[in-house]
């Protein structure tokens, strides 16, 4: 771990200001919530990293780079080399690659990180659920006889469902999924969310769908399947969100922004925030 590093060393300049730098993995509502909401002053030095797996993405109104870093290494060096001051893992709840290499790369270099954990959807009363832990796991769930199954997992994931050919499935994507899918029965649409509960229930009504797949990803963009799944009785087989390491963290954006600005406006020493400023910490 570098130890040149104050609590929070505010290096970066603009005039006269010590500017503190943030940098802020996005790509989830969360992020973009968070960086509407950051006021822009000199003070504070943003920027935001997007992954790049959507050819059209929401790009936020701040420098913004595409991309992965390459591992726990290349994120350390990007952190070291532009001097970053607060690392903001706003990552999606199943980006759990992302998150470990963030609290990594924190420990490695001593920059302070704030995480944006979003909580998992709650099961209720009604809900018809198995809960499972892997999407792997979700395949062996549907069972052997033939079903006409919902799939929102993730176009990255469809393939897994080869193993289970006797179903024939719906699999809702944002993009093409691309090439010839390993699936031999299965329909796609293409659709942007988010998705209110009555959408939802016509798309399942309409699809005749007997059984939903989806990830536990929490937030209300995607509530609808599971709000309308439980109006119409219909089961869902949901993944629950993987393990990420314990680090400083806060439920939404709206409590991330107020801990970046209680640092940002607590005491300066020789643009170094004081050391007592918040409760961010090393991992």
Do not use: C
């Amino acid at each position: 771990m570098d130890n040149h590093r104050g609590a929070l060393d505010t290096a970066g300049r603009s005039g006269d200001t010590f500017a503190m730098r943030i940098l802020i993995l996005g790509g989830t509502s969360e992020a973009n919530a968070l960086v509407d909401a950051l006021p822009v002053r000199p003070d504070l030095d943003v920027t935001v990293s997007l992954a790049g797996r959507t050819a059209a993405p929401r790009l936020p109104a701040r420098d913004t780079r595409i991309g992965g870093f390459g591992g726990v290494d290349g994120l350390s060096e990007y952190l070291r080399q532009r001097r970053v001051d607060l690392l903001v893992d706003a990552a999606h709840p199943f980006a759990a690659n992302i998150s470990a290499n963030a609290a990594a790369a924190s420990a490695r270099t001593g920059v302070p990180i704030l995480a944006i954990r979003r909580p998992p959807w709650p099961r209720l009363s009604g809900d018809d659920w198995t809960e499972v832990d892997s999407i792997a796991d979700s395949v062996a769930a549907l069972g052997t006889a033939p079903r006409r199954v919902f799939l929102t997992v993730g176009r990255t994931d469809i393939a897994v469902f080869a193993r289970a050919p006797q179903h024939d499935y719906v699999a809702r994507t944002i993009e093409p999924v691309g090439g010839a899918l390993p699936v031999p029965r299965i329909t796609t649409l293409l659709a942007r969310g988010p998705f209110d509960e009555e959408s939802e229930v016509e798309v399942l009504r309409s699809q005749r769908i007997a059984v939903v797949v989806t990830k536990n990803a929490g937030g209300p963009a995607t509530y609808g399947k599971v709000a309308a799944a439980r109006r119409l009785g219909i089961p869902v087989v949901i993944v629950r969100q993987p393990h990420k390491p314990a680090v400083p963290q806060v439920a939404d954006a709206k409590a991330a922004l107020a801990r970046i600005l209680a640092l940002a406006d607590g005491p300066r020493e020789q643009g170094h925030a004081a050391s007592g400023a918040g409760t961010l910490r090393r991992v």
